[in-house]
């Protein structure tokens, strides 16, 4: 349910990834696995477990945001698949996984969660994906440095 306390990101969550940029309701976050292009986008509000939780305006907002998410990795990356999903089993934060999905990838065709561990990026290859991903959200702003 919706709090109101301030928004505060998920401790997993900011160990887990390195920030993107952030749109009009949600924070973009790179999951540091580098064998698939990864987003992770966190509405800002603060309480929020379920997709439900949202209050229809930023649902609505929510949903064009991960639609945004989904047409810059196909822009970018030209996957096979696109999956969505909010799971929050382990992190109970709202948060949606927009993954870029190939027939050649690392977990083709299982989920990209439950295998062995995510190997890291190296700094320069994050950052160049950081760059790469907010050229194709239209993100304005600083790009990242290595």
């Known amino acids: 349910m919706r709090s109101r306390e301030?928004?505060?990101?998920?401790?997993q969550l900011s160990a887990d990834s390195f920030e993107v940029g952030r749109l009009s309701l949600?924070?973009?976050?790179?999951?540091n696995d580098s064998r698939f292009p990864w987003l992770i986008l966190v509405p800002q509000r603060a309480g929020?477990?379920?997709?439900?939780?949202?209050?229809?305006?930023?649902?609505?907002?929510?949903?064009?945001?991960?639609?945004?998410?989904s047409e810059a990795l196909r822009e970018a990356f030209n996957p096979d698949k696109l999956n969505v999903a909010a799971l929050g089993n382990v992190v109970p934060q709202l948060h949606v996984h927009v993954?870029?999905?190939?027939?050649?990838?690392?977990a083709w065709p299982r989920p990209v969660w439950g295998g062995p561990p995510a190997p890291p990026y190296a700094p320069e290859a994050a950052v160049?994906?950081?760059?790469?991903?907010?050229?194709?959200?239209?993100?304005?702003?600083?790009?990242?440095?290595?």
């Open 6 to 11: 301030p928004f505060e990101l998920n401790a």
């Open 99 to 106: 993954i870029a999905r190939f027939r050649t990838d690392a």
């Open 48 to 69: 929020l477990v379920d997709l439900i939780d949202l209050k229809n305006s930023d649902y609505a907002t929510c949903m064009n945001e991960v639609r945004q998410a």
């Open 26 to 31: 949600c924070r973009v976050l790179l999951m």
């Open 128 to 146: 160049k994906r950081i760059n790469d991903l907010r050229a194709a959200l239209r993100l304005p702003g600083l790009r990242a440095e290595g």
